[in-house]
């Protein structure tokens, strides 16, 4: 069974360009998450998802990123526009319910 | 959720057991202890969770203190593979409330 899959692997743009991250969950796991990884750092938490619904987006940076999870399954991340202190790595992750996550490989992103 | 406390770093000779603490001294009743562990350029990756009793799985063994404020991970044959940043969360088990909260973890080195 494939695991999380998030696409692209490396992203490389210019500061004010927009940029889009995909995840595609474990089939069946109806909770999502988007993390941000800073270097040295643990992930920290953007949104989650259950289904549809955003439950905590409280760390979400509402002026420039946002997040659809459309039907419940795949989920888009979008910096608009993207700044030099965004460079980072950005996590998904699924669950089924508040069981164990499993994180995909994460696209890292550099803004120049 | 509870705070976690972890030494930022620690070595293991290879084939000797790995013991990592973790000091969570405001955990609640409800909350579980989580052990994820991060390779190099990989996301986080599951390793065990318990509530208060002892838990084994094939990866590693999860010791939990009777008044449950401190926990021990346990590599019982560390190799150079299980070289890895170690996260230990406390977690709310259900609900919308439940999330990962990941700190700064432990840099595993395991060495020849």
């Known amino acids: 069974e494939a695991g999380v899959v998030q696409s692209p692997r490396y992203k490389i743009i210019e500061k004010k360009q927009p940029v889009a991250f995909w995840c595609n969950p474990i089939?069946?796991?109806?909770?999502l998450y988007w993390y941000l990884q800073n270097l040295g750092q643990g992930p920290e938490l953007l949104i989650r998802y259950e289904n549809e619904e955003a439950v905590d987006d409280s760390q979400l940076p509402k002026d420039r990123f946002s997040a659809e999870r459309l039907k419940g399954v795949d989920s888009t991340l979008k910096i608009q526009p993207a700044e030099l202190g965004d460079s980072a790595v950005y996590l998904c992750?699924?669950?089924?319910?508040?069981?164990?996550?499993?994180f995909g490989q994460g696209t890292r992103l550099t803004v120049v | 959720d509870a705070k976690t406390t972890q030494p930022p770093s620690m070595d293991c000779a290879e084939g000797r057991a790995a013991n990592l603490p973790c000091n969570h001294s405001t955990i609640s009743g409800n909350e579980y202890v989580y052990w994820y562990r991060q390779i190099h350029s990989q996301g986080p990756q599951y390793i065990i969770h318990?509530?208060?009793n002892n838990e084994t799985n094939e990866m590693a063994s999860l010791i939990i203190t009777e008044d449950r404020k401190s926990s021990t991970l346990i590599l019982p044959h560390a190799t150079l593979r299980d070289t890895a940043v170690y996260y230990c969360?406390?977690?709310?088990?259900?609900?919308?409330?439940?999330?990962?909260?990941f700190g700064t973890g432990t840099r595993l080195q395991v060495t020849l």
């Open positions: 089939s069946g796991h109806n909770t």
């Open positions: 969360i406390v977690r709310v088990g259900t609900g919308t409330a439940s999330k990962l909260t």
């Open positions: 318990g509530l208060k």
């Open positions: 992750a699924s669950s089924l319910g508040s069981g164990r996550a499993f």
